[in-house]
């Protein structure tokens, strides 16, 4: 079964170009395991015997990058796809838990598996040598498990990553994680104290795209609530409201879920409601949280500043947080063409996307739901009727004035702010040509 991936030319030409080198070469990892389960791999690693420099010289007529010549990793731009090609190494002692105190290239590929996270993720595979799988990835991988590679303790102590990223394969392949796996997993979630901030976003935004991102949101709540100690007073907290059968975790892990599988989305599903606890107020048995997405937004803000998410990232996540919540209050006749004013054009589906699975996640689905849909019609239909609805979807902007001739300063935004009079009135055309004429005409 192992003989007849259907793999790119350029990865099987690369391949090739290192075994008539003399070179033994596999692809290793993640293409293997997407190889095996049916999927198709979004990269292709290789791994070989050559040193980075003997490398280099198999591929001398391509560019090549020295991406991480140290850790023996270089890149080669083959018909325009780059390929990783690293050394076969082993990661030798780890003495901060985070990263190997010395890499140590080896003559085998066995070896090379062996410093590999988990079982499903330690095979390697050519289409000349076939598979080599000494940790029993691939029955691991019939099963749906997550495994480590060795004594599971030990390798979280290694690096401490390794037991979020347990966590963020579960999500993504919607694997269990085997036993002895998860109890280490557990235990050990302390250390990641010691993990880079840069590190941990990558894999909890990984995490949180994940097909079964509901079940293991719930079943790792200590694991995020390390990793997001904001996120803890949801937990089992009752909203005393009849619109709302979950706790306040619950109901963000089901928001999460139902919203489309984008980063900044996900990451304003999941704090959408984090200020909750902090802004409950008790009033004649119901309970009320008034300005909790204002002061949610400030909460994803500086969770999300300390994960150095970008800062793009963080200002749509925040707009979205802010926002989640104050159409629902409005008709939507009232609320589209305030919504389309308010909002950058790139956010206004995701609101509504927001909105409709935040809906979707109360006891009495039916009215709110009912609410958004008529308030993306609306907007639908007002984006239809006029694509010009704030300064910003003008057809000219100040750079094209500047290169009119037109001063910067006041008298350029009194002149935006006319074009857009006009044009909002229907009294001038949106297109770049109009609007050029109708300044040079001023
Ligand atoms: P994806 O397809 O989602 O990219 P992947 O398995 O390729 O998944 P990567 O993060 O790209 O994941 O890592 C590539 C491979 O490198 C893994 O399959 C694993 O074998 C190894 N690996 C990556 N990070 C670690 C780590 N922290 N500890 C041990 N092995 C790791
Ligand atoms: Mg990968």
Not at 47 to 71: M, N, Y
Not at 286 to 312: M, W
Request: hydrophobic share 40%.
């Amino acid at each position: 079964m192992n003989s007849a991936f259907l793999i790119p030319q350029s990865v099987a030409k690369a391949l090739e170009k290192l075994e008539n080198a003399g070179h033994a070469a596999y692809l290793a990892g993640g293409c293997v395991r997407d190889l095996l389960r049916g999927v198709s791999p979004h990269d292709y690693d290789l791994t070989t015997d050559a040193l980075p420099e003997e490398t280099a010289e198999v591929f001398s007529a391509f560019p090549v990058i020295p991406t991480g010549i140290k850790h023996g990793t270089v890149t080669v731009l083959l018909d325009g796809l780059p390929l990783e090609i690293t050394t076969f190494r082993t990661d030798g002692t780890y003495s901060d838990g985070r990263r190997p105190d010395e890499v140590r290239f080896t003559r085998t590929v066995e070896e090379d598996l062996r410093r590999r996270d988990f079982t499903v993720n330690a095979m390697a595979w050519s289409p000349l040598r076939g598979l080599s799988d000494p940790y029993g990835g691939q029955k691991d991988l019939q099963n749906r498990l997550l495994r480590c590679v060795g004594a599971p303790e030990e390798r979280f102590s290694e690096d401490a990553l390794r037991i979020l990223r347990g966590a963020r394969f579960a999500s993504c392949l919607g694997f269990a994680v085997e036993e002895e796996t998860e109890r280490a997993m557990l235990r050990l979630t302390p250390l990641l104290a010691r993990v880079s901030a840069e590190r941990i976003s990558a894999e909890l935004l990984r995490l949180l795209c994940g097909q079964d991102v509901e079940r293991v949101l719930l079943r790792y709540r200590e694991l995020m609530a390390f990793l997001l100690p904001e996120l803890r007073p949801c937990f089992d907290f009752d909203q005393h409201t009849r619109h709302h059968c979950y706790d306040v975790y619950t109901h963000i892990v089901k928001v999460v879920a139902a919203v489309p599988p984008e980063p900044t989305l996900r990451l304003a599903a999941l704090f959408h409601d984090v200020a909750k606890p902090s802004c409950f107020v008790l009033r004649e048995g119901k309970g009320h949280f008034p300005n909790h997405p204002e002061l949610g937004a400030e909460v994803g803000a500086t969770v999300l500043r300390r994960l150095r998410v970008e800062k793009k990232r963080i200002r749509e996540v925040c707009t979205l947080i802010r926002m989640h919540d104050a159409y629902l209050k409005r008709t939507p006749a009232e609320g589209a063409p305030d919504l389309l004013r308010a909002l950058p054009p790139a956010l206004v589906s995701p609101l509504l996307d927001l909105m409709e699975a935040d809906a979707k996640a109360k006891a009495d689905p039916e009215g709110s739901l009912a609410h958004v849909n008529a308030l993306r019609e609306a907007v639908e239909r007002l984006k239809a009727q006029n694509p010009c609805l704030s300064l910003r979807d003008l057809a000219i902007d100040g750079e094209a004035l500047l290169a009119l001739g037109v001063p910067s300063g006041p008298e350029m935004g009194k002149l935006l702010r006319d074009l857009f009079e006009k044009v909002a009135r229907g009294e001038l055309e949106n297109t770049r040509d109009a609007l050029t004429l109708a300044v040079k005409n001023r």
